[in-house]
């Protein structure tokens, strides 16, 4: 037998009875994955899952993706990867309602073609016209169409939601229906001051194309049952039948978009005085939200001297910073929500803050927040502000960061547990409700965020900030199922090196005061260089024999700082390269040497056994 396992037939054997072993379990175990990554970057979610097995009609997925262009660049072939990773395991779920299929659209192809008329964004790659495409596009069986035109290396985290979104909205046939509730005339109306008719709000405008708009009136006793989410906006003085309305449409589950303010700039007012103008201007839901777990305190307004708006005043427009308007940057907004995380700048004006109830059963997440140099004021000192200046003179940081908007979601009980007047019916508690609540009205409005021109009765629209995307990507997380919201933002693929950035700040803070004293030492002696050279050349040639031999003193202390300097700096990634070769020895030479030693091992073992 030992014969035959060492001779050339028997190793033949051996491959073929791998080769049958790989080709067998490749048939019969298709399916099997083992997801060991931290996140289980590979395993889709539970709702990503419920989405899947909910398809009635077949959807056909096709990937867009320039494999030959992209050759040299690792990092979008790895995320590639990645993503067509992701797309097989919707397609292994699906169970045939979903088709997959990878296209690679080489230049003046009809898949290029075809690629640019469903709508993706084709990147060029260098100047030598070569472009690179990476997108996907799903149709559904009635030949409606949705595709994600390029998928940004930096959305990782929210690549299933958006893949998810995708087939979820190919699988609804309609429309989702937002139910507009407004104190504002965000439809247009008629402006007093300038005796002229006003055009809807481009935000509005915005809305209308991706959603079908249900305008609702001031009174409503009930809320449709074909709305998906509820926009509610500057909600001043509900009657009590609209305020349970809204309050049983959140107890059977809808979704809410709400936008309340304590002083409305936006909201013409009263013209009866500054005693009650700051009032007029301000809305509230107080019974509703005690209800959700949360507070907007009355006439207080947030004003911060970091994210101030330089805006003009008087006649020759002189720009001042206005510590009430806020220009919201990034780090102000929530990274982790899909709502706030790929937007760029928001601005707000005279925005309230919001505060979680403390024992709520709710969870208050913040979407946008105010820096650490921010203080709550009085809202009306607004009615009657004149020079922004003022404020910001007088401004007290309290070093806390204050929430302008958040998302609340979780069990909560009805603000009308025994109901109302005439009805008594009502439910009276929800498993899970999800809201959004921003204090401020104002960054609805034209002003804040977009700059429209008029073109032969044409509007377009010329954003410069994101206000009008928040406002669609809050509807389109809250338009879509429970299951869909439950899919947020997952790990990445690509995952820092987290002790090679350890260790580089071990390394910096180790080095830091050495490099500090030799940079002082080293102004030091340049400046003494700098009294006793001369740019007359004649004058250098009249330095004492003590003075040449002190510049030349100085400067062989210059070069040796110097030389200090780089050894200084030089060894703040010695700890790093220090790892890197003990990654290497590990990678290429210590598999290998185990391997051997264990052949070795073997081999003695075998030749001091008696035979």
Do not use: C
Not at 117 to 125: C, I, M, N, R, S
Not at 478 to 500: C, N, T, Y
Not at 526 to 534: D, G, P
């Amino acid at each position: 037998m030992k014969r035959v396992i060492y001779s050339g037939a028997g190793l033949l054997l051996i491959a073929l009875a791998f080769l049958v072993f790989n080709v067998v379990s490749g048939l019969v175990f298709t399916n099997a994955r083992l997801d060991l990554t931290e996140q289980k970057l590979y395993t889709i979610s539970e709702g990503t899952e419920s989405i899947l097995e909910e398809l009635k009609s077949p959807i056909e997925l096709q990937f867009f993706y320039s494999d030959g262009a992209v050759r040299d660049l690792v990092a979008l072939r790895n995320y590639a990867r990645r993503v067509e990773e992701l797309l097989r395991a919707y397609e292994r779920a699906a169970g045939g309602k979903l088709k997959l299929q990878v296209i690679d659209p080489q230049p003046f192809s009809e898949e290029e073609d075809r690629a640019a008329e469903l709508g993706l964004q084709a990147v060029p790659l260098d100047r030598g016209g070569d472009k690179v495409y990476f997108g996907l596009a799903g149709t559904n069986a009635e030949g409606h169409t949705q595709t994600i035109p390029f998928f940004p290396l930096d959305q990782e985290e929210f690549l299933e939601y958006e893949v998810s979104r995708l087939v979820q909205s190919l699988a609804t046939a309609q429309l989702p229906v937002v139910g507009v509730l407004s104190g504002l005339q965000i439809n247009g109306g008629f402006d007093m001051r300038t005796q002229q008719a006003t055009p809807p709000w481009m935000v509005l405008e915005d809305i209308r194309q991706l959603f079908h708009i249900e305008s609702l009136k001031h009174d409503i006793d009930m809320i449709p049952t074909n709305v998906s989410v509820l926009m509610l906006v500057h909600p001043k003085q509900l009657p009590e039948q609209t305020l349970y309305a809204v309050d049983q449409f959140v107890m059977r589950g809808g979704k809410v978009l709400v936008f309340v303010d304590p002083f409305s700039e936006a909201d013409p007012g009263s013209m009866m005085g500054p005693g009650g103008f700051a009032e007029e201007k301000a809305s509230e839901l107080e019974p509703l939200f005690k209800a959700w777990g949360l507070r907007m305190p009355a006439d207080q307004v947030v004003a911060d001297a970091s994210y101030a708006m330089s805006v003009g005043i008087g006649p020759e427009r002189r720009a001042v910073r206005h510590p009430g308007w806020l220009s919201l940057p990034q780090q102000a907004l929530d990274a982790d929500d899909v709502t706030t995380a790929s937007l760029e700048s928001l601005t707000l004006a005279t925005t309230g803050l919001l505060e979680p109830l403390e024992g709520a059963s709710t969870r208050f997440t913040p979407l946008m927040r105010s820096s650490g140099y921010a203080m709550p004021i009085e809202a009306e000192r607004f009615a009657s502000l004149q020079n922004p200046e003022e404020l910001l003179r007088g401004l007290e940081p309290t070093g806390e960061r204050y929430t302008l908007a958040a998302r609340i979601q979780g069990p909560a009980q009805s603000a009308y547990p025994n109901g109302i007047e005439g009805r008594k019916d009502g439910l009276k508690e929800s498993d899970s409700i999800n809201i959004i609540v921003v204090a401020d009205t104002d960054l609805l409005s034209d002003r804040m965020w977009v700059q429209v021109q008029d073109f032969f009765g044409q509007r377009f629209p010329q954003p410069w900030a994101d206000n009008g995307s928040f406002v669609i990507n809050a509807l389109d997380n809250l338009s879509g199922s429970d299951a869909l919201i439950s899919v947020r933002s997952r790990g990445r693929f690509a995952r820092p090196f987290v002790v090679v950035e350890e260790l580089q700040r071990q390394a910096e803070n180790r080095f830091r005061e050495t490099e500090e004293v030799l940079q002082s030492r080293l102004v030091e002696t340049e400046a003494q260089l700098a009294e006793l050279q001369s740019p007359d050349p004649e004058q250098a040639l009249e330095l004492t024999a003590e003075q040449q031999a002190a510049l030349q003193g100085y400067m062989q202390e210059k070069l040796r700082i110097r030389k200090e300097l780089r050894e200084v700096r030089y060894q703040l990634n010695a700890d790093i390269e220090a790892l890197g070769r003990t990654l290497k020895f590990l990678n290429i030479a210590l598999v290998p040497l185990l391997l051997t030693l264990g052949v070795l091992g073997l081999w003695f073992w075998r030749r001091r056994r008696p035979a």
